[in-house]
């Protein structure tokens, strides 16, 4: 079972928050009035607050069908996400949250969703250093 680090889930929320922020190219969003973070216009962390309590949901391709085997408080993700790999967990107010395996959620979900070929921002840094480059010269 995961280590509960005995953070409670207004905390965790926060760290988390700040957690997703921080992936390269990595941006907060709120459609339907939820808090997500997303990477090249894509999704991989909704986080919610809601009925007295906290939770989230990742991409989890790997590890999704071991989560919700393994914690009670995991399940597939509903609106018919869960079979595309998304898993949602969720906490009462007087739980603890294991923030430290959450957090390896975000980056398996980050990974899974990210562009395989770094972020826009990685990808005009290369096309602005491709222009620099001096001009071939043709052989005589």
Request: proline content about 6%; aromatic content about 10%; hydrophobic content about 35%.
């Amino acid at each position: 079972m995961a280590r509960r680090t005995g953070v409670k889930p207004l905390a965790a929320w926060k760290r988390l928050k700040k957690y997703a922020a921080g992936k390269p190219g990595a941006w907060e969003d709120h459609p339907w009035g939820e808090t997500v973070y997303k990477v090249a216009k894509k999704v991989f962390v909704f986080l919610g607050h809601a009925d007295g309590g906290y939770g989230l949901s990742c991409k989890l391709p790997q590890s999704g069908e071991a989560a919700t085997t393994m914690f009670s408080w995991a399940e597939p993700t509903g609106y018919g996400l869960g079979k595309s790999g998304w898993v949602s967990a969720h906490f009462e107010n007087s739980e603890d949250v294991p923030v430290d395996l959450l957090e390896q959620w975000i980056d398996e979900s980050y990974a899974a969703v990210a562009p395989k070929r770094g972020t826009p921002a990685e990808a005009r840094a290369k096309k602005q250093s491709r222009s620099r480059r001096p001009a071939r010269r043709e052989a005589k």
